[in-house]
């Protein structure tokens, strides 16, 4: 049966809203502090399986990751869970922390971020593609993002295309991206700045006649290129 695989990071965001953004050095007071599950894979996997509720999918949406042996780590897989998603292939690193994103937000929702992947980057490349293939045997897609190691990503995505899949990849962070996975890819979703970075429509097309580009683009929307 048919099934969606995402592949990509989870993370606790710790976020105090509502202040200056501190200079360095600076400490600032007030605010408001609220917790959130995030992780690129993990909204990616929670934006899907609420998409897809109802339908002939509803409840075929499974995710590949890892988070630590702690409380954020069981607080991420109890989530997804509650969203109806398979989280059976997320492994648990007891030797690393479930990564974290510290946010500071400001009134006018300028903000400072900084993330610790933790977890997310014990993902190793043989285990994944093992763990890919066998999920996705019965066809389906794979959709993957970059806050997980890209060599992990590019053998996930092999994995799941000799199995049949679809593979479609968010190279984001675009500083990651490596060539290799455009080859691998079935369709890449970048928005306006990681296109630029990657070097345009015309280099990640050129030599690849089956890949096809989603170009977000805020307010403006998708532009879809390729076939």
Same mark, same amino acid.
């Given at each position: 049966?048919?099934?969606?695989?995402?592949?990509?990071?989870?993370?606790?965001?710790?976020?105090?809203?509502?202040?200056?953004?501190?200079?360095?050095?600076?400490?600032?007071?007030?605010?408001?502090?609220?917790?959130?599950?995030?992780?690129?894979?993990?909204?990616?996997?929670?934006?899907?399986?609420?998409?897809?509720?109802?339908?002939?999918?509803?409840?075929?949406?499974?995710?590949?990751? /890892?988070?630590? +042996?702690?409380?954020?780590?069981?607080?991420?897989?109890?989530?997804?869970?509650?969203?109806?998603?398979?989280?059976?292939?997320?492994?648990?690193?007891? #030797? *690393?922390?479930?990564?974290? /994103?510290?946010?500071?937000?400001?009134? #006018?929702? @300028?903000?400072?971020?900084?993330? /610790?992947?933790? &977890?997310? &980057?014990?993902?190793? %490349? +043989?285990?994944?593609?093992?763990? =890919?293939?066998?999920?996705?045997?019965?066809?389906?897609? !794979?959709?993957?993002?970059? @806050?997980?190691?890209? #060599?992990?990503?590019?053998?996930?995505?092999?994995?799941?295309?000799?199995?049949?899949?679809? =593979?479609?990849?968010?190279?984001?962070?675009? #500083?990651?991206?490596?060539?290799?996975?455009?080859?691998?890819?079935?369709? !890449?979703?970048?928005? *306006?700045?990681?296109?630029?970075?990657?070097? %345009?429509?015309?280099?990640?097309?050129?030599?690849?006649?089956?890949?096809?580009?989603?170009?977000?683009?805020?307010?403006?929307?998708?532009?879809?290129? %390729?076939?």
């Amino acid at each position: 049966m048919s099934r969606l695989v995402v592949l990509g990071s989870l993370n606790a965001a710790l976020v105090v809203s509502g202040v200056a953004l501190p200079r360095p050095g600076q400490t600032v007071a007030g605010g408001r502090f609220t917790t959130h599950q995030g992780g690129k894979g993990g909204n990616a996997a929670v934006a899907a399986a609420r998409a897809l509720r109802g339908g002939p999918l509803d409840g075929r949406v499974a995710f590949v990751g /890892a988070v630590g +042996d702690d409380d954020f780590g069981r607080a991420a897989v109890a989530a997804l869970r509650a969203e109806g998603i398979d989280a059976g292939a997320v492994a648990v690193a007891t #030797d *690393e922390a479930t990564g974290v /994103a510290l946010i500071v937000v400001a009134p #006018d929702g @300028e903000n400072q971020i900084a993330v /610790a992947a933790g &977890a997310n &980057a014990s993902l190793t %490349g +043989d285990g994944v593609a093992a763990t =890919v293939r066998a999920l996705l045997a019965g066809g389906g897609v !794979l959709l993957a993002s970059l @806050e997980v190691p890209a #060599d992990t990503v590019l053998a996930a995505a092999r994995a799941a295309r000799a199995a049949g899949a679809t =593979v479609i990849v968010n190279p984001a962070p675009a #500083d990651a991206f490596p060539p290799a996975l455009a080859d691998a890819a079935d369709l !890449l979703t970048p928005n *306006e700045g990681e296109l630029a970075a990657l070097g %345009g429509v015309a280099a990640l097309l050129a030599g690849r006649p089956g890949l096809g580009l989603a170009v977000t683009m805020g307010a403006a929307g998708v532009r879809l290129v %390729g076939p």
